[in-house]
């Protein structure tokens, strides 16, 4: 199973939106709404921001926001704060295999 | 409030064996799937493993394929790796992670550090 692309970075300053792309295939992204995105800052665990493309667990602010078209997600991160700098990484179930899969990881710069 | 907490890791010899344990306390451990996800210092996420609410289905990824083995003791609210024929590329920091909604993991450990090298 391949990892699913993300750009590596991506950056803007506060109060800008910010989009970061998850690319992967009809047999996991295109395939079930089950991408997830995952927020990780620097020696720090990960915490669940989206799950099941576009829904968010209760605490999460709705500056996050989820979509997908075809084989792509996105994760968008509106008036963005000094605190939104991280890592983030997208996931997603592959049905067939039964597998998930993530992607690479994009690091946000907030200017 | 839910807590996973990891143990086990350690600096194993290429080939040697590994058992990993993650203890949860807080929920009710037996009502949720379960996975390990691993990652190598600086890098990625990578996920390893995923085991349902009473052990009767596993899937593991490619790369531990036949080698790792997941398991769960629900009266001890415990999951397990047991690791096997570890090579270099195993090296990394293991998490448990919860499984809450389909595939998307909500509760995380703060990972055990499995360094494999002669």
């Known amino acids: 199973q391949s990892a699913l692309t993300q750009p590596p970075s991506a950056s803007g300053s506060p109060g800008q939106s910010v989009t970061i792309s998850c690319t992967g295939a009809?047999?996991?992204?295109?395939?079930?709404?089950?991408v997830s995105w995952y927020q990780q800052h620097p020696g720090k665990d990960p915490k669940l921001l989206i799950y099941?493309?576009?829904k968010r667990p209760s605490g999460v602010p709705d500056r996050f926001s989820g979509s997908k078209s075809g084989n792509t997600a996105s994760l968008t991160v509106s008036g963005l704060q000094a605190e939104d700098e991280a890592d983030y990484y997208c996931s997603s179930y592959a049905g067939r295999t039964n597998h998930l899969v993530f992607g690479g990881g994009t690091r946000l710069t907030v200017l | 409030e839910v807590q996973l907490v990891e143990s086990g890791g350690g600096l194993v010899q290429p080939g040697g064996s590994l058992r990993l344990s993650c203890a949860a306390s807080?929920?009710?451990?037996?009502?949720?799937?379960m996975h390990w996800v691993r990652q190598t210092p600086g890098e990625g996420l990578v996920w390893v493993s995923v085991i349902n609410i009473d052990g009767s289905v596993t899937t593991y990824a490619d790369s531990v394929n036949g080698r790792f083995t997941i398991s769960r003791d629900n009266a001890k609210n415990t999951l397990y790796l047991q690791m096997d024929g570890l090579r270099a590329e195993d090296t990394a920091v293991y998490y448990c992670?919860?499984?809450?909604?389909?595939?998307?993991?909500?509760?995380w450990g703060r990972g055990t550090t499995v360094t494999v090298s002669s």
């Open positions: 009809s047999s996991d992204v295109g395939a079930e709404n089950f």
């Open positions: 099941e493309v576009n």
């Open positions: 807080g929920a009710t451990f037996g009502n949720y799937w």
């Open positions: 992670t919860r499984n809450k909604y389909y595939y998307g993991m909500d509760v």
